[in-house]
């Protein structure tokens, strides 16, 4: 009986923690978001201020920190050893490499894969209308998974809960 | 000042060309330069790249094409093309991936790069009101190779040095690509670092380099050495960064390329009257020729400058044609002087 009962825990325990874990995904995509837009504002107040070429602003922001800081960072290693061709393609291997490390999600890898296609080529005012696009459609996927968590994050929670439950019953 | 025969200055600007330019130009267009060097071609003094036409690479008596066969060739037909891809790469490259941080150089017409290259661009303007605002669709890129020549100026210095650390006010005057630039570096490093074989301390020289050619600042740093006594303003216009550097350097000579400017002649003046003396280039062929251009003639008259001296290039860019006093305008020395 006692190990029925230390088994039950356990196997409560780790559906709950399960869904503990999915549930803290859900907190972190809002905050990758909001963090990035952060990173981006960052971008535009050196290219306009201080006319930091790409890879000095890159590095700069990178040094910032924050887990979208490893975009930027990336960035800028390959573009200092000269692996990609320009900067649109650097960003993109750079997302392509990075986008697993972070809680985004595919339709925020095509915000940022589009963010590229234009970085470093044009003038000042088109790279300011580039991040603030950028910068809008971030907003509304941040707004959206502000509300996938809401939705998600208790669900999960209570759902690891209420599964792990559930299995015990059936085994008992 | 000869190029080509001297193998010593040749070896140098290959290996300029070679680390701060040719990794800036497109992948095709650099192997296919890097390829001809060093076949017989001489020191470069332009490379030029046209959209969908033959790259060419000028010497300072000719021009090459790169054969098909990947040598130098004096034929147009069927050589290298550069296409429209090259060149948006190469300005990609040149300006770091950062065209916005370089948008003011764009807007000027040319591009510094490191080693004191220039890059002349051409393409279509953007304008605002009345002023360029951009270049976009770029088309042709001329991106002239600066060549330092230390010691170019050490025969005009003698008629230039007044005294043991006074000098004498100064002007150049040669037509286009005869080393009128590079005669007034040289001078400028000279006076800045001192001449001990003819006695002369350094003094404190301000450049005014309105476009950045002189200096060649890259990011506020000269490229070409111009002394360890001088100040460089760069990308001033001539009659502001004078009054500028007058007051806020406090320099024994001021230097600046090309005067003829509207305001030029005020702000001469200016310098004189603070004490400063003033070496300074014009183009032209001959003195008299000057005198056709008002802002120029007027100074003529005024006899600001002591010393006129005449460059061309009858053997070779830099020949020294002959020297004038600016007080008598008897000549001191003619065109039986060696090539400077």
């Not at chain 2, 060093?38 to 000719?62: C, F, M, S, V, W």
């Not at chain 2, 060549?147 to 005009?156: M, Y």
């Not at chain 2, 960064?241 to 400017?261: F, L």
């Amino acid at each position: 009986m006692l190990f029925k009962i230390i088994g039950s825990i356990i196997v409560i325990l780790s559906c709950s923690f399960l869904g503990y874990i999915l549930a803290r995904d859900c907190t972190k995509r809002p905050q990758q978001l909001r963090e990035l837009q952060g990173l981006l504002q960052m971008l535009e107040n050196q290219m306009t201020y201080l006319s930091d070429v790409l890879v000095e602003a890159f590095e700069r922001i990178s040094r910032v920190g924050g887990e979208t800081g490893v975009f930027f960072k990336t960035a800028a290693d390959i573009l200092k050893n000269k692996s990609a061709e320009n900067a649109c393609f650097a960003w993109e291997q750079a997302v392509n490499r990075c986008i697993r490390m972070t809680a985004l999600n595919r339709e925020d890898e095509q915000i940022l894969l589009s963010f590229g296609k234009s970085l470093g080529n044009t003038d000042l005012e088109g790279q300011i209308k580039n991040i603030r696009l950028t910068l809008g459609q971030l907003a509304i996927q941040e707004k959206k998974a502000e509300e996938d968590r809401k939705k998600n994050e208790n669900m999960y929670r209570s759902l690891g809960l209420i599964g792990g439950a559930a299995i015990v019953i059936v085994l008992l | 000042m000869r190029t080509g025969a001297d193998g010593s200055l040749y070896a140098k600007c290959t290996s300029s060309l070679k680390n701060d330019v040719l990794p800036l130009l497109s992948k095709r267009v650099a192997e296919a330069v890097g390829a001809v060097i060093g076949h017989g071609i001489g020191t470069l003094e332009e490379i030029r790249l046209r959209a969908e036409k033959p790259l060419i690479l000028q010497n300072y008596d000719r021009e090459w094409f790169i054969g098909s066969d990947g040598l130098p060739s004096s034929k147009p037909e069927g050589s290298f093309i550069v296409t429209q891809d090259d060149i948006r790469t190469t300005v990609e490259l040149m300006s770091e991936n950062s065209i916005y941080a370089y948008q003011e150089a764009i807007r000027s017409g040319y591009i510094t790069i490191k080693g004191g290259h220039r890059v002349g661009i051409a393409g279509r303007a953007v304008l605002d009101g009345t002023s360029v605002k951009s270049i976009k669709d770029i088309s042709g890129l001329n991106i002239r190779l600066s060549n330092q020549i230390f010691g170019c100026s050490l025969k005009i210095l003698r008629y230039i040095i007044k005294s043991n650390t006074d000098i004498y006010n100064t002007l150049i005057i040669s037509p286009p690509q005869c080393g009128k630039t590079t005669i007034l570096r040289d001078i400028a490093r000279n006076l800045a670092d001192g001449v001990p074989g003819m006695g002369f301390r350094g003094i404190k020289v301000a450049i005014v380099d309105e476009r950045s050619e002189i200096a060649a600042c890259l990011k506020g740093v000269p490229q070409n050495d111009v002394g360890l006594r001088t100040d460089v303003l760069d990308g001033c216009p001539k009659n502001i960064g004078m009054k500028m550097m007058i007051r806020s350097m406090s320099p024994k000579v001021i230097i600046t390329d090309e005067i003829g400017n509207d305001g030029d002649r005020e702000a001469v003046h200016n310098v004189l009257n603070a004490g400063v003396r003033i070496i300074t280039s014009a183009h032209g062929y001959n003195i008299s020729e000057l005198k056709s251009r008002k802002e120029v003639l007027m100074l003529v008259e005024d006899k600001v400058f002591d010393r006129y001296i005449v460059l061309d290039d009858s053997r070779g860019p830099g020949t020294l044609k002959e020297i004038v006093d600016g007080r008598s305008m008897k000549v001191m020395t003619g065109a039986d002087q060696d090539a400077v």
